[in-house]
């Protein structure tokens, strides 16, 4: 199987997670979305934009882990690579565009890729400019997403509705999803946490990973969280 090349990856306005620690015991990853500012023309560094939240300058060179989703032709499943980059330098007056000046991160050019594993995914909460929508079969109303990821969601309702109320971590059932451009997906999926904040006493919160999800349904969700990803991006950036 193909894969993807250095020099084709690594280029201005490509989208990459910055990845600084995994927790398997706990399935956390910490990792902070950014994208690609400029490259070195003798391919020894480049640039990123500041992350949320942002990279130090005490974290100049420590040694981590950047991932980013790629698909050899429109017929092939996404998959995801990674890299290992050592963190050079923190920039503080980077002149992004005219009249504009940002942070940016020096990073060390990669060598190669691997594949990466592990089964942590980043979440990213829904925004209206690319809206995700999450209904329950007998409940008429959608529910609110807290966050949604390539594995599973996050999501609020009333304590009050029957059907959720009998679940229990480690059951099953199934959902749909609604996205733009009136794409509508059945997925069976699984309770992995039920929780609840002293704030909000009248609501639930639950956790879902996805069971069994084809490949043509990944990539909706995939190409809804990477669209997220963007605009969210170029907000941060001043550039919406």
Known sequence: MNKPDVRQIIQPAQHLDIIFAVNEKKQQLNARSTVIYDIDSEEEYFLIAQTQP???????????EASFMWRPTSTDDTLRYAFHTDIRDLITDYALSKGRRVQAIRLSYPKH????????????QTIRDCPITLWIAGHRTPLSIIDISEGGLCFSYAASIPFLSTLQEGDKFKITLGFDEEKLIGITVKVVRIF?????????????????LSDSSRNIITTAIKKTERIMLRKRAGLE
Do not use: A, C, W
């Not at 609840?196 to 069994?212: C, T």
């Open 54 to 64: 942002p990279i130090l300058k005490s974290m100049t060179g420590e040694t981590i």
């Open 113 to 124: 890729f691997f594949e990466y594993n592990y089964r942590f995914f980043y979440r990213v």
């Open 196 to 212: 609840q904040k002293d704030e909000f006493p009248r609501m639930k919160f639950m956790g879902v990973k996805y069971l069994q």
